[in-house]
């Protein structure tokens, strides 16, 4: 991965307290086993706000 980008209404600072996270992944196509380490990632962070995550091509 070479780069995230975030966007959305948290980038532009329009969110709300229920507003999810949307952050683009930047650099080579991730395997199955890359994109399951990456939600295991997601279900372990202590935020209360859902993270999105898609491939930036």
Not at 25 to 34: I, K, Q, S, V, Y
Not at 50 to 56: F, I, N, T, Y
Request: charged share 25%; glycine share 6%.
């Amino acid at each position: 991965m070479k780069k995230l980008n975030l966007f959305g209404s948290r980038a532009l600072g329009t969110f709300r307290p229920w507003s999810d996270v949307d952050i683009a992944l930047c650099g080579r196509e991730l395997t199955l086993h890359d994109q399951a380490q990456l939600a295991a990632l997601m279900e372990a962070l202590t935020i209360p706000q859902r993270v999105d995550l898609r491939p930036d091509r």
